[in-house]
């Protein structure tokens, strides 16, 4: 049985977070220092969320154990927790969060603008499929 609290406060964690980026982040100013790793760290932190929550169902529901980060998604759709498709975009924050976390690459603001622009929904709509479920 899944700790409804637990998670409840990672998915609360994750809305402050997404809160906060659509406040306060400026995407035309991320060639700034300070803006970018406002906006990089503050999407770490928000993903990890993602992730440990993930992680915590997938434990708690005994659904597998899957490999990696991404494959938490995935097993979470496999088990109609969220959409497919949800668990696609959502491996992939998991990927861009590995990339913020280790420095495999210099991160391109590119990069980083997009996902603030384009995927921050991604987990707004991990948020509610998880929290339907609890």
């Known amino acids: ?17 997404l809160r906060e980026l659509r406040q306060e982040a400026r995407p035309a100013m991320l060639h700034e220092v300070r803006e970018l ?14 992730m440990d929550a993930a992680s915590h169902i997938v434990s708690d529901e005994r659904l597998g154990e899957p490999g990696t980060n991404r494959a938490l ?10 959409p497919e498709a ?12 590995n990339i913020l976390v280790h420095g495999y690459t210099e991160v391109d603001p590119s990069v980083v603008r ?9 987990l707004d709509a991990f948020v509610a499929a998880v929290r339907a479920r609890l």
């Open 114 to 122: 997009d996902v603030l622009e384009n995927h921050l929904g991604d």
């Open 73 to 82: 998604f995935e097993t979470l759709a496999k088990h109609g927790w969220i």
């Open 86 to 97: 949800l668990a696609q975009g959502l491996a992939r924050m998991a990927g861009f969060r």
């Open 37 to 50: 790793r406002f906006v990089e760290h503050t999407l770490q932190i928000a993903i990890q969320s993602a």
């Open 1 to 17: 049985m899944t700790d409804a609290d637990l998670v409840a406060k990672k998915l609360a964690f994750i809305e402050t977070c």
